[in-house]
T-cell receptor, first 116, second 112 residues
């Protein structure tokens, strides 16, 4: 089946650091990728939707200058958490989908981000 | 506003028995529903889905039931196996929009 690879799986860094997370679709062209955030024992909350070659659409309450999303190709989207602070510590998960497809979204394995 | 709710944070079932996970939604525009399974430190894995034009969809040991009037869906797993122990998320969308709204998840534990 479709595979989505997310890297890195875990990041621990100091406050003020910018962190980049990559999401790759390995065996299909993902016209749309989604970025989610999950706090402990809570639901996956959609942060933004990125379409290849265009600007991401952010959900209400998500700072676009804080969470930079780039979707430069049909197989790669990146999320950069800029000037990360401890409150940005969370589990970030990406998913990929092919537009107009009836196939469900396929998820990466997530990135555990810990800001000290 | 939690549009998709899973009111049971955890469920414990004996191996071989039926597991029933429940999900309620409030947005009547939702017309496509999915169940995902998630192990720790991994992303969700798609299990089964159902369109609002159906009230039941079955795939092996997994069956999803949809009650549109009650805005309720459930996932039945029978027989339950130890490998089914995981967190299960239901999700809903407006078909074609691709944007998923997730419930909080239910941790299922299958006891041998």
């Amino acid at each position: 089946g479709a595979v989505v690879s997310q890297h890195p799986s875990r990041v621990i860094c100091k406050s003020g650091t910018s962190v980049k997370i990559e999401c790759r679709s390995l065996d299909f062209q993902a016209t749309t990728m989604f970025w989610y955030r999950q706090f402990p024992k809570q639901s996956l909350m959609l942060m933004a939707t990125s379409n290849e070659g265009s600007k991401a659409t952010y959900e209400q309450g998500v700072e676009k200058d804080k969470f930079l999303i780039n979707h430069a190709s049909l197989t790669l989207s990146t999320l950069t958490v800029t000037s990360a602070h401890p409150e940005d510590s969370s589990f970030y998960i990406c998913s990929a989908a092919y537009v107009n497809s009836n196939q469900p979204q396929h998820f990466g394995d997530g990135t555990r981000l810990s800001i000290l | 506003d939690q549009q998709v709710k899973q009111n049971s944070p955890s469920l414990s079932v004996q191996e071989g028995r039926i597991s029933i996970l429940n999900c309620d939604y409030t947005n009547s525009m939702f017309d496509y529903f999915l169940w995902y399974k998630k192990y720790p430190a991994e992303g969700p894995t798609f299990l089964i889905s159902i369109s609002s034009i159906k009230d039941k969809n079955e795939d092996g040991r997994f069956t999803v039931f949809l009650n549109k009037s009650a805005k309720h869906l459930s996932l039945h797993i029978v027989p339950s196996q130890p490998g089914d122990s995981a967190v299960y998320f239901c999700a809903a969308s407006v078909r074609g929009a691709q944007k998923l709204v997730f419930g909080q998840g239910t941790r299922l534990t299958i006891n041998p």
